[in-house]
């Protein structure tokens, strides 16, 4: 009988994918959003250069070039850069450095906390972080940092679970 209470306590484990991960900092849903926005991705470069120096070789590197929102007539190059459950988009000016756009985060090993992560039920994130700026049955947007500049996080929903996540930051 005591090995059929653990296969049912194993079972019920697997089966809430919500057990078992960490939370953001913070007593309320504020602060946790705040935390989870500013801090959540768990990746630390912002350059093609520190990508490499802190997850080793992408899988795949993309170029494009598209306008310079600036310069008259100037070209960014766009840089997409892959590794195994993370994409990010860079943008490099004519004249300057890499700038980080987005990271899109589909594994929860790139993430600081993993709750909410990849799977977690959609009421899920709301118990933690609250009800977002923008709200959709595919898409929640929380733009609860405390920077200067906003960075929001969007949330993509399939089947009332988080696939993906989108980290975007600033850049002018």
Not at 48 to 55: F, G, K
Request: proline share 8%; glycine share 10%; hydrophobic share 35%.
């Amino acid at each position: 009988m005591r090995n059929a209470g653990c296969l049912l306590l194993l079972g019920l484990l697997a089966c809430d994918r919500d057990l078992g991960r960490s939370p953001p900092p913070g007593s309320t849903p504020e602060e946790r959003c705040a935390s989870w926005v500013a801090n959540g991705l768990a990746v630390e470069a912002r350059t093609r250069a520190t990508l490499e120096q802190e997850l080793g070789p992408p899988r795949q590197t993309q170029t494009a070039t598209g306008p310079n929102r600036h310069i008259p007539d100037g070209v960014d190059s766009l840089i997409t850069v892959h590794y195994p459950g993370i994409v990010f988009a860079l943008r490099k000016p004519p004249e300057g450095g890499d700038l980080l756009e987005t990271a899109v985060v589909s594994d929860d090993r790139w993430l600081r906390w993993t709750d909410p992560g990849i799977g977690s039920s959609a009421n899920r994130i709301i118990e933690i972080l609250g009800a977002p700026a923008e709200r959709s049955d595919s898409l929640y947007r929380y733009t609860c940092g405390t920077g200067i500049a906003e960075e929001p996080v969007s949330i993509s929903i399939a089947d009332q679970r988080v696939a993906e996540i989108v980290f975007e930051f600033y850049v002018d």
